[in-house]
């Protein structure tokens, strides 16, 4: 059994950095300092395959209570996934099928586990329980929520007024999402900003059932690459914790100097005071912002590959995206044909992932053969023996050879 860890100052940080809001500060503080072995949900649903950095600024505050001895659970929403979470939309959600959840959830684990001790955490799935409700259980469930607490939501308010289709599904959403609490008996729920209703249904909740109330901890939403909107996969502005060091560390030296320090807060593993020390050089403008993106990737990298790869990814983008060189060492490909389309060739060395995404990219000037820019999406490419490289954007490099 891990000893629980009850230093103020590491509390203090628990409960301050990359923090929103506390609900109930005290309470969770006292809970906390006494010793007890907490128990932590986190909850996600399954909508998509890939966790990005903005997921691991939670993954990180639950990491934290790992640390502090405390007992994590890692719920997966395999039962609210068919929903979706309405949060923030103003339409329905498509509903997600068994399959699709089933191949979204399979590396979600895996991928928790770049950042936490996956042996020592608690994974459930909430069909373990919302799939077997009776009917009479559910009516007991709906008769602890009223219809007015439900829908002072502003995002259902609002499409409560503009006439816009609200399905009761996407109505129970943040009751199932409570009731999961109830049947975890969660000590703390932590989740992003957005999540702050649903989570404080948890607590409603948990008082109806007679339990002690959740404390919870909601953080910020990490912006994406380009700043403004939040990280997220459907913008295309996201760094995903699966990336291949060398295009880690590449995106992150293309986010916004504006968003520098926020990374820094949100995403690095630095102490405190050093990050202060960091916001203050970018503020006094006596440092390039170049140099800190550079610490700043090399520090995120070296969390999910390592010190090594983190090094290798800083060289490669110095000799690739700085000096403009060829590296040393790329995928080759070999082709049993000598003339090819250049928006097929794009597809068969898996340099995009559909031919209208490859027309896109040469279109937009972001596709380089034998170091010539290609604009022309009906170029015919001559394969050579000896090889050709192609060349996607600043950083992607393959090599193709004719037989």
Same mark, same amino acid.
């Given at each position: 059994?891990?000893?629980? =860890?009850?230093?103020?100052?590491?509390?203090?940080?628990?409960?301050?950095?990359?923090?929103?809001?506390?609900? #109930?500060?005290?309470?969770?503080? /006292?809970?906390?300092?006494?010793?007890?072995?907490?128990?932590?949900?986190?909850?996600?649903?399954?909508?998509?395959?890939?966790?990005?950095?903005?997921?691991?600024?939670?993954?990180?505050?639950?990491?934290?209570?790992?640390?502090?001895?405390?007992?994590?659970?890692?719920? %997966?929403?395999?039962?609210?996934?068919?929903?979706?979470?309405?949060?923030?939309?103003?339409?329905?959600?498509?509903?997600?099928?068994?399959?699709? =959840?089933?191949?979204?959830?399979?590396?979600?684990?895996?991928?928790?586990?770049?950042? @936490?001790?996956?042996?020592? %955490?608690?994974?459930?799935?909430?069909?373990?329980?919302?799939?077997?409700?009776? *009917?009479?259980?559910?009516?007991?469930?709906?008769? /602890?929520?009223?219809?007015?607490?439900?829908?002072?939501?502003?995002?259902?308010?609002?499409? %409560?007024?503009?006439?816009?289709?609200?399905? @009761?599904?996407?109505?129970?959403?943040?009751?199932?999402?409570?009731?999961?609490?109830?049947?975890?008996?969660?000590?703390?729920?932590?989740?992003?900003?957005?999540?702050? *209703?649903?989570?404080?249904?948890?607590?409603?909740?948990?008082?109806?059932?007679?339990?002690?109330?959740?404390?919870?901890?909601?953080?910020?939403?990490?912006?994406? #690459?380009?700043?403004?909107?939040?990280?997220?996969?459907? @913008?295309?502005?996201?760094?995903?914790?699966?990336? /291949?060091?060398?295009?880690?560390?590449?995106?992150?030296?293309?986010?916004?100097?504006?968003?520098?320090?926020?990374? *820094?807060? @949100?995403?690095?593993?630095?102490?405190?005071?050093?990050?202060?020390?960091?916001?203050?050089?970018?503020?006094?403008?006596?440092?390039?912002?170049?140099?800190?993106?550079?610490?700043?990737? *090399?520090?995120?990298?070296?969390?999910?590959?390592?010190?090594?790869?983190?090094?290798?990814?800083?060289?490669?983008?110095?000799?690739? #995206?700085?000096?403009?060189?060829?590296?040393?060492? =790329?995928?080759?490909?070999?082709?049993?044909?000598?003339?090819?389309?250049?928006?097929?060739?794009?597809?068969?060395?898996?340099?995009?992932?559909?031919?209208?995404?490859?027309?896109?990219?040469?279109?937009?000037?972001?596709?380089?053969?034998?170091?010539?820019?290609?604009?022309?999406?009906?170029?015919?490419?001559?394969?050579?023996?000896?090889?050709?490289?192609?060349?996607?954007?600043?950083?992607?490099?393959?090599?193709?050879?004719?037989?």
């Amino acid at each position: 059994m891990s000893k629980i =860890i009850t230093d103020k100052n590491k509390i203090e940080e628990v409960l301050t950095r990359g923090v929103e809001e506390v609900l #109930v500060r005290d309470s969770l503080k /006292k809970k906390l300092l006494s010793g007890e072995k907490l128990r932590i949900k986190f909850g996600i649903d399954p909508t998509g395959s890939v966790l990005h950095l903005g997921h691991a600024v939670v993954l990180r505050k639950l990491k934290e209570f790992q640390d502090l001895g405390h007992q994590v659970i890692f719920l %997966i929403g395999d039962f609210t996934a068919r929903i979706g979470d309405p949060t923030g939309r103003s339409s329905e959600r498509k509903s997600l099928t068994d399959k699709e =959840i089933k191949d979204n959830m399979k590396t979600y684990v895996k991928q928790a586990g770049l950042l @936490l001790d996956m042996k020592k %955490i608690a994974v459930r799935h909430n069909s373990a329980w919302l799939s077997k409700l009776s *009917f009479q259980k559910l009516i007991e469930l709906t008769s /602890k929520v009223t219809y007015a607490q439900v829908a002072q939501r502003a995002d259902f308010k609002e499409r %409560i007024k503009n006439d816009i289709n609200l399905s @009761l599904q996407e109505f129970m959403y943040p009751v199932m999402q409570g009731y999961d609490s109830v049947e975890l008996k969660a000590d703390v729920e932590i989740g992003g900003r957005d999540q702050k *209703f649903n989570l404080l249904m948890g607590r409603q909740l948990q008082k109806k059932y007679k339990q002690l109330e959740q404390d919870i901890i909601t953080c910020p939403l990490l912006e994406g #690459v380009y700043g403004k909107d939040k990280m997220s996969k459907s @913008l295309n502005n996201y760094i995903a914790l699966t990336e /291949k060091a060398e295009n880690m560390y590449g995106k992150i030296m293309s986010i916004v100097d504006e968003m520098i320090g926020r990374y *820094f807060e @949100l995403c690095a593993f630095l102490p405190t005071a050093e990050i202060n020390e960091i916001k203050k050089q970018l503020k006094d403008g006596k440092v390039n912002p170049r140099d800190l993106k550079m610490k700043l990737a *090399f520090e995120i990298t070296k969390i999910y590959h390592g010190e090594k790869k983190a090094r290798e990814a800083e060289e490669y983008f110095i000799k690739t #995206v700085q000096k403009k060189e060829t590296p040393d060492s =790329i995928t080759n490909y070999e082709l049993r044909i000598t003339n090819i389309n250049i928006v097929d060739l794009l597809v068969d060395v898996k340099m995009a992932a559909s031919k209208s995404e490859a027309r896109r990219l040469i279109e937009q000037g972001g596709i380089k053969v034998g170091g010539e820019v290609i604009k022309d999406v009906n170029k015919e490419i001559n394969i050579i023996k000896e090889g050709i490289v192609i060349q996607r954007g600043k950083r992607q490099f393959v090599k193709v050879i004719g037989n």
